[in-house]
Antibody
Framework: QVQLVESGGGVVQPGESLRLSCTASGFTFSSYNIHWVRQAPGKGLEWVAIIRYDGTTKYYAESVKGRFIISRDNSKNTVHLQMNSLRAEDTAVYSC????????????WGQGTLVTVSS | QSALTQPASVSGSPGQSITISCTGTSSDVGGYNFVSWYQQYPGKAPKVMIYDVSERPSGVSIRFSGSKSGNTASLTISGLQAEDEADYYCNSYTSSRTYVFGTGTKVTVL
């Protein structure tokens, strides 16, 4: 069955960096775009970033542009989110989700990993 | 990119129909037929209920339907059931080639 498993979350101080991973199984990873979506405690969903199936194209939400970098390794069925210059407002559960190329919706989601930015 | 606007809460009695609106701009909802809707239970991952404005994925109840007029998309739940009590979010592709979620709506079954 389809599985997306996030890891790498934790507690960091403002200004520090963290690298999240999303490991996939149960589908043809190299045919799917991967998104990161976050949800602050008690708040709504916020789209963060997308990397296309072949890694050639990446887009980011304005709130993270210039600080976050998304990448993927299709040989390892893994997507990474490098988060730099973290702020308190980046505190959230970060989830990855897949999208069949040109489908424009999020099909399967992981359970997420919690990132807490606090001094 | 500002979040799409949804009502904070909608409620209805079992068997009734409710509609959740999702208002954006011509750069997102109004410009593309790539609006999707997600159901989320507390502590759980979201589940897609509608995609491409009105398409229903396999396995989703026919009680869920979607539509769009101008810059506003809508999700209608007919024959409301207790299990429909959850948070609902709309999402749209945008002219910046990014995506934007709605503010979220809590559905309560009275």
């Amino acid at each position: 069955q389809v599985q997306l498993v996030e890891s790498g979350g934790g507690v960091v101080q403002p200004g520090e960096s963290l690298r999240l991973s999303c490991t996939a199984s149960g589908f043809t990873f190299s045919s799917y775009n991967i998104h990161w979506v976050r949800q602050a405690p008690g708040k709504g969903l916020e789209w963060v970033a997308i990397i296309r199936y072949d890694g050639t194209t990446k887009y980011y939400a304005e709130s993270v542009k210039g600080r976050f970098i998304i990448s993927r390794d299709n040989s390892k069925n893994t997507v990474h989110l490098q988060m730099n210059s973290l702020r308190a407002e980046d505190t959230a559960v970060y989830s990855c989700a897949n999208e069949l190329e040109q489908a424009f919706y999020f099909d399967w989601w992981g359970q997420g990993t919690l990132v807490t930015v606090s001094s | 990119q500002s979040a799409l606007t949804q009502p904070a809460s909608v409620s209805g009695s079992p068997g009734q129909s409710i509609t959740i609106s999702c208002t954006g701009t011509s750069s997102d909802v109004g410009g593309y037929n790539f609006v999707s809707w997600y159901q989320q239970y507390p502590g759980k991952a979201p589940k897609v209920m509608i995609y491409d404005v009105s398409e229903r994925p396999s396995g989703v109840s026919i009680r869920f339907s979607g539509s769009k007029s101008g810059n506003t998309a809508s999700l209608t739940i007919s024959g409301l059931q207790a299990e429909d009590e959850a948070d609902y979010y709309c999402n749209s592709y945008t002219s910046s080639r990014t995506y934007v979620f709605g503010t979220g709506t809590k559905v309560t079954v009275l």
